[in-house]
């Protein structure tokens, strides 16, 4: 009996979950990341979420809502379902969101939206953005013969989706003007327009001919040098790229090295895993690859010596290093993986499950470099403008390896010898004042200005000396309390006395170091340089230093040791770096005699002298670089409580968020090199989706996830999810990273060939053209602007690389109270060079650039928000620039009509209409129209006045600057 009723009721669940099933196939399937996520973000985590967890309810992840552990919301019952009772409740008290965050409760679709989905069993899927990549089945596509690339497939779906139709194919010109600025950052010469629209009409009978012809121009565009240019231009507002330090001095720096290989980077075609690698690991892959021949792969470890340099007096380095290390963080992510990872270095991400511990373990990969806020910028590189790069750059590792061998064969004897502690008996400054503590420590208190002078005696045992060690100690043995302020020996003198108190002074002969990790170099300890030896500007653990002898020195009953130490050291905020804890020990160990003596020491030393005359010779910009510090004298990363430096808790191990990986295990990482190796791997599918939809925003004007920073929940959902997938499966599969193919593809695509004219009710109802059914219409960018005005008036300089210039300028825009530098105009055709090589000051970048929406890059600007105001009219009306580029475009016409033998002064007045022609084909490379030219003609004969016996060259000249402030002229 008890067998049939479980039977029964079996066959009633069943029936009752058919019915269900049923029910919930005629009600359309609800998408928890395009339908739920958004109104979860909307309404829910800004008090369940990542900063605030109100009641232990949180809606980042499924977890903490869903059972076994959630209890507010019931999969397959949205009635009882505790999240839609309070929803939905008429109880101000009881209803949610709360009244006073949200007046208006939740509309009425989002409810029936949050119903459905949980009828429909709850199901919480993993945010678009992060799973492996999924390619569109092309045959679910249905085929179109508007299609002319596999994109175009996916792009004709939704317009059948849609109901509307493609726009009809641009006319040759547009497409060539549009492609050649979105390829090359140029328009296109009056010649290659000429060319391909006499080879589209030599083939007008012939498609496939016709199409080799446009993919013939599209390779020319891609070979052009201008290519690099263009694109490192986008690469350099994301790698925060400036001529200048930033802060209120922002004093100069020199980046140029970074920008130029950005330029041969992007013309090489360097495949976006290489490019990744070299920036964010170049100088660990050099450690790993020896043998290879790219060292100039270190110059492009500047992307993350960007950062600000504050230079003030005053300011802590530290504090300063620590905000260039989190710059590093939040730029990698916004970079590579789309992601506002910002907020979570002081909590967890308010909508996406990354947990604020988790920031910490990235910043642990970072956070073991050399570089450490100096005005010097240290480590640096010499980089010199030519060919001679890389030569030279491997003559400055010679020299560093040179320091390393010969410092590692002192290392190797320290650890190994016999040690014993020097007693204090007295200790002296002429500042502040020291005492001996227990374990033969001495101890400074009080205020120490730079130029103090430490006298130390010491009683020792022994009876002879071959060297002598320095123990530089923090005042705290907690490492939390880490680091301090630096100890810098600036001059060691040492001394024996003898019990009468006569002294004579023993040299030691060179100096060693636990590690190569600041800018000095160790020996001018005895030099008496302020550079001296010892951790600067902080101290980030013990640190020692060997002052070695080459012969014993002999100590007599009764002889002590004396040291006089001089401290001249200060940081760049201006505070001194005096010894403040310190324990000494002496060697007898003859191996220190022997290894100063030995051929392999001497080699090592004469190898060195040798290196650093020949990089001392290199002339160039000192180019700041990324080097990791030595594992001995790694630092240790932990968490900010809060965000605050000052407040630290546990260590943290290195790593990155388990939300970021594709398979869901996160991956064990450990530097930065196996960093940028996982950025880009199978397991990372964020990178390749968040550079295919950079790539088509650079074209399009906008992407197909329009937030580019933002791929996370709080971001803008995909237009085309399966044109996303295809294009970021093409560009990592298919092409290998190789960014040249996947434009050619592009701008060849039916998408992209369209006619950006489009009717009046298709512009009403998709300004945005986020259907894609007409070709892109963009403001030119402001670099792309000004270079345009240069190229269309025949002034513009095509030569590439070296040091940044500046065009004319405003006269006053520099002056700042801590500043004496001034804007120098450069002399000859060096102001018409594009617009990538001109000189960017953080605090006051060139004026016209930031009218036209070029960001200061202070920061990672990851997109430009383009604007329109009356200011860019006068930029374009009156900027000297424009105003001498409309001068030009109107010498050069008239000298093109006029005759050998007498050039501007005697043109036929039937003429001027072939002048103002070539003008308007100059600027728009289209002829020009019988509108245009009887506009324009009523224009010039109005600047004339009843003059009108030949060219009038200053009418001519503000036809030329109309002609540059043109819409059209504007626009690609």
């Known amino acids: 009996m008890v067998f049939v009723v479980k039977q029964l009721s079996i066959a009633i669940v069943i029936v009752v979950a058919n019915a269900l099933s049923s029910a919930f196939a005629d009600e359309q399937a609800v998408n928890f990341n395009s339908d739920v996520r958004p109104i979860l973000t909307r309404y829910c985590t800004s008090c369940h979420g990542g900063v605030k967890a109100i009641s232990d309810v949180s809606f980042v992840n499924g977890a903490s809502v869903l059972p076994p552990h959630g209890w507010v919301i019931q999969p397959g019952d949205a009635q009882a379902s505790l999240m839609i009772e309070r929803i939905v409740s008429d109880d101000p008290d009881m209803r949610m969101p709360p009244p006073e965050e949200h007046p208006d409760p939740v509309p009425t679709e989002d409810v029936d939206t949050l119903r459905r989905w949980i009828n429909q069993g709850a199901i919480w899927d993993p945010i678009w953005s992060i799973g492996s990549l999924q390619p569109g089945t092309l045959d679910s596509v249905a085929q179109s013969d508007w299609a002319k690339q596999p994109l175009d497939r996916f792009v004709a779906a939704r317009h059948r989706l849609d109901g509307i139709k493609p726009s009809d194919e641009a006319p040759p010109r547009q497409w060539l003007r549009r492609t050649a600025f979105d390829l090359t950052g140029l328009p296109p010469t009056k010649e290659q327009a000429s060319r391909f629209v006499d080879q589209l009409q030599s083939f007008a009978n012939n498609a496939s ?48 090295p970074y920008r130029d290989w950005l330029v041969d980077a992007f013309n090489a075609d360097m495949p976006y895993d290489e490019f990744t690698v070299a920036q964010l690991a170049g100088d660990l892959w050099l450690q790993q690859n020896p043998d290879k021949v790219d060292s100039d792969v270190l110059i492009a470890t500047a992307m993350h010596r960007n950062t600000l340099t504050n230079t003030e007096g005053g300011t802590d380095d530290e504090e300063y290093r620590i905000a260039a290390i989190i710059d590093r963080v939040n730029t990698t992510w916004t970079v590579w993986q789309g992601f506002t990872l910002g907020c979570v270095q002081c909590h967890s991400h308010p909508y996406d499950a990354i947990d604020h511990e988790e920031y910490y373990r990235v910043m642990s990969l970072f956070n073991n470099t050399l570089d450490c806020d100096l005005d010097n910028d240290f480590p640096t590189l010499v980089i010199p403008n030519g060919p001679a790069k890389v030569d030279a750059i491997d003559s400055q590792l010679q020299w560093i390896e040179s320091r390393k061998q010969r410092n590692d064969l002192g290392v190797e004897v320290a650890e190994h010898a016999r040690w014993q502690a020097l007693t204090p008996e007295k200790a002296e400054s002429t500042e502040g004042r020291l005492k001996i503590e227990g374990n033969e420590i001495v101890a ?209 191990p290195p790593g990155v968020p388990k939300l970021f990986s594709a398979s869901g295990d996160p991956p064990s990482i450990v530097n930065r090199l196996e960093l940028a190796e996982w950025l880009v791997s199978d397991d990372n599918a964020l990178t390749a989706r968040v550079w295919a939809n950079r790539i088509w925003e650079q074209l399009f004007g906008i992407g197909i996830v329009e937030t580019l920073e933002d791929f996370g929940s709080s971001g803008a959902s995909p237009s085309h999810a399966e044109l996303l997938e295809h294009l970021a499966i093409r560009l990592k599969a298919t092409h290998r990273w190789h960014l040249k193919p996947l434009l050619r593809e592009i701008v060849l695509s039916a998408t992209y060939r369209q006619d950006n004219r489009a009717d009046e009710s298709l512009y009403e109802n998709d300004r945005a053209n986020r259907s894609l059914a007409r070709g892109p219409r963009t403001r030119l960018t402001a670099e792309m602007v000004r270079d345009q005005a240069l190229a269309a008036s025949g002034l513009l300089n095509r030569s590439m690389g070296g040091p940044s210039v500046m065009p004319p300028q405003p006269d006053g825009l520099w002056q700042t109270v801590y500043s004496s530098q001034k804007w120098k105009t450069s002399a000859g055709d060096e102001k018409y060079r594009r617009a990538i090589y001109t000189y960017w000051k953080r605090t006051s970048p060139y004026p016209s650039f930031l009218t036209f929406d070029a960001p200061t890059r202070e920061g990672c600007s990851p997109r430009r928000t383009v604007t329109n105001t009356p200011l860019q009219a006068l930029v374009t009306l009156n900027d000297p620039v424009f105003v001498e580029c409309g001068e030009a475009l109107a010498r050069s016409a008239i000298e093109h009509h006029a005759s050998q033998k007498d050039r501007a002064e005697s043109i036929d007045s039937p003429d001027v209409e072939a002048v103002i022609a070539t003008m308007v084909e100059n600027v728009t490379q289209q002829p020009v129209s019988e509108t245009d030219a009887s506009e324009l003609r009523s224009l010039y004969d109005q600047l004339c006045g009843n003059d009108k016996t030949g060219i009038d060259f200053d009418a001519m000249a503000i036809i030329g600057n109309t002609l540059l402030n043109w819409e059209r002229a504007l626009t690609k």
Request: one cysteine or more; glycine letters at 8%.
């Open 444 to 652: 400074a208190g009080g205020t120490f200005p730079v130029g103090v002078r430490y006298t130390l005696d010491y009683s020792t045992k022994l009876n002879a000396i071959t060297a002598l060690r320095t123990h530089l100690l923090p005042l705290s043995d907690d490492p939390t309390e880490w680091p301090e302020q630096g100890s810098v020996i600036s001059m060691m003198k040492v001394f024996v006395k003898s019990e009468g108190g006569d002294s004579r002074t023993v040299t030691p002969q060179t100096v060693f170091v636990d590690a190569m990790t600041e800018p000095n170099n160790p020996e001018d300890a005895l030099q008496g340089n302020a550079a001296g030896v010892g951790p600067y500007p902080k101290m980030h653990g013990p640190r020692w230093a060997v002052f070695a002898f080459d012969a014993p020195i002999e100590l007599a009953d009764g002889e002590s040791i004396q040291l006089e130490i001089h401290q001249k050291q200060s940081t760049s905020g201006q505070i001194s770096t005096p010894i403040r804890r310190m324990r000494c020990e002496v060697s007898d160990d003859v191996k220190w005699c022997e290894r100063l003596a030995s051929d392999q020491y001497k080699d090592a030393v004469a190898k060195l002298a040798e290196t650093s005359k020949n990089a001392k010779l290199i002339q160039g910009g000192k180019l700041p670089v990324v080097a990791s510090r030595p594992l001995r004298q790694s630092r240790e990363t932990r968490e900010f409580i809060r965000g605050n430096w000052l407040d630290k808790g546990g260590v943290v």
């Open 209 to 256: 001919d016709c199409e080799a012809a446009y993919a013939d121009m599209v390779d020319e565009l891609l070979a052009s040098p201008a290519f690099g240019e263009r694109w490192a231009s986008l690469w350099m507002d994301l790698a925060r790229y400036a001529d200048s330090k930033g802060f209120e001095k922002d004093p100069h720096r020199d980046a140029w």
